[in-house]
């Protein structure tokens, strides 16, 4: 378990959800602002960036197996997630995004374990 830490796969797994919301809004943006389709767009494709890089960094840094357990772990944990889409509606999601996908991106690579 020293290659693992609860807290950075709990980062990752709230981050590569907020970023998926981000990614599935603008791909089917219904408004008219094309200045709040670009941010989420780019928001989301830099979401997907960061967390693809994450997981190399984590390969490099603690083991080249680890990525993969924290990969299959993020996609497991995300299923409880999916019921607070009955609860909050995704444009309530895409907004804390803005906020708190910077603050989990930055969580999960301080948290890395050494």
Known sequence: MDNFSFWNITYYTLFTYLVFHHQHMAKNFKG??????????????????????????????????????????????KIPLNFIETLIDQLYLVFFGFVLIPLFGYLMFTTIPV
Do not use: K, R
């Open 32 to 77: 008219s602002s094309i200045v709040f389709q670009t941010v989420i767009t780019t928001i989301g494709f830099l979401g997907m960036v960061v967390q693809y890089g994450f997981l190399i960094y984590y390969g490099i840094t603690v083991v080249w197996w680890a990525p993969f357990i924290v990969f299959l772990i993020g996609l497991v944990a």
